[in-house]
């Protein structure tokens, strides 16, 4: 082989090995760092743990989870009952909650007391910046306007709160008046208090309340 040949075959060489060299750094350089995240856990509102993970160490999505409302059906769950004016209705007989339901020791409390009149529908509504604890406000529901009353006080470690809904059907002036026991989450430690927290922010009162005057039958 000439010299020339030979040297021009050891520049070719030269050329693509700095060539290879340029590649393999230039993809080292963009390859993102590693890092290794701290061993921490965060509880979700089930109970379970989730980790921190990825490039930025942020944690885990938490599963998924609902409060189920109970439906009024002829399941086991719902009773049908009939007041003195023999006015029939249909409530549940306990909640999907575990936080939040009617005290146990108080049989007065629930089922819910039901009142048919004549009266007008009228809705005195609290100012916003009273500091009362007896609260009245007008409310949506399922497409029908409502006057909730809600008066809570505190005992023992838990909310006891009574509640009266009360809307215009069919010329008719419906009420239901309960009272429900809500227990103070932050009397608990992790996974409790996540639990408690999240079925207090998904629990849907107001469909609870509004099926049981939809299911009333004068």
């Known amino acids: 082989m000439s010299p020339i040949k030979t040297i021009s075959l050891i ?3 030269v050329i693509l090995s700095a060539g290879i060299f340029y590649f393999v750094r230039h993809n080292q350089n963009n390859q993102p760092e590693q890092i290794a995240c701290t061993m921490e856990a965060k509880i979700c509102p089930d109970g379970s743990a989730v980790g921190r993970s990825g490039p930025n160490c942020e ?5 998924t989870a609902s ?5 009024v059906n002829d399941d086991e769950n719902w009773i049908t009952s009939t007041t003195g004016q023999g006015v029939t209705f249909q409530y549940p007989e306990n909640f999907s909650t575990i936080y939040t339901h009617p005290p146990y020791y108080d049989t007065e409390s629930w089922p819910p007391k039901i009142t048919v009149s004549d009266n007008e529908f009228s809705c005195a509504e609290t100012p916003a910046e009273s500091s009362l604890p ?5 409310r949506i529901i399922n497409g029908k306007t409502y006057c909730v009353s809600a008066m809570s006080e505190g005992a023992a470690g838990s909310v006891y709160s009574t509640y009266i809904y009360t809307v215009a059907i069919n010329n008719r002036l419906i009420s239901a008046s309960f009272t429900l026991q809500a227990v103070q989450c932050y009397n608990y430690d992790d996974p409790q208090k996540s639990a408690c927290v999240y079925e207090r922010e998904t629990f849907d009162l107001d469909a609870v309340a509004d099926k049981i005057i939809e299911s009333v039958k004068i």
């Open 59 to 63: 944690f885990a999505a938490c599963p």
């Open 134 to 138: 007896d609260r009245v406000a007008r």
């Open 11 to 13: 520049a070719i060489i």
């Open 67 to 71: 409060v189920e409302v109970p439906a």
